[in-house]
């Protein structure tokens, strides 16, 4: 089990940049793929990003909507993923939530164990 905390969030105007934090108690941080999903009211919970770890080689994948905007990267020695968000949205506005698990389907939220609590981006136009 993993303890996730995410930090950075806020409101901000479209075209503005966030970086998101998630720290996450455990040692063995590496071992896991993070991952941050987002919820936009009344909507229901959608990928956003993903790092893991295969054979020494981390990897990233994204979703079509973030390509290009967002970048997910993590700092094992802190236990701590990020997002970067880059040239907001609107659209972009939701709750944003780091998940973490040991061999979670990549995108699918169901699959991930561990959550923090969330942080609110609020991006106005």
């Known amino acids: 089990q993993v303890q996730l905390v995410e930090s950075g969030g806020g409101l901000v105007q479209a075209g503005d940049s966030l970086r998101l934090s998630c720290a996450a108690s455990g040692r063995t941080f590496s071992n896991y793929v993070m991952a941050w999903f987002r919820q936009a009211p009344g909507q229901e919970r959608e990928f956003v990003a993903v790092?893991?770890?295969?054979?020494?080689?981390?990897?990233?994948e994204y979703a079509d909507f973030v390509k290009g905007r967002f970048t997910i990267s993590r700092d094992n020695a802190k236990n701590t993923v990020y997002l970067q968000m880059n040239s907001l949205k609107p659209e972009d506005t939701g709750v944003y939530y780091c998940?973490?698990?040991?061999?979670?389907?990549?995108?699918?939220?169901?699959?991930?164990?561990?959550w923090g609590q969330g942080t609110q981006v609020s991006v106005s136009s």
């Open positions: 998940a973490a698990d040991l061999a979670p389907a990549l995108g699918v939220a169901r699959t991930y164990r561990n």
């Open positions: 790092s893991w770890s295969s054979r020494s080689t981390w990897y990233a």
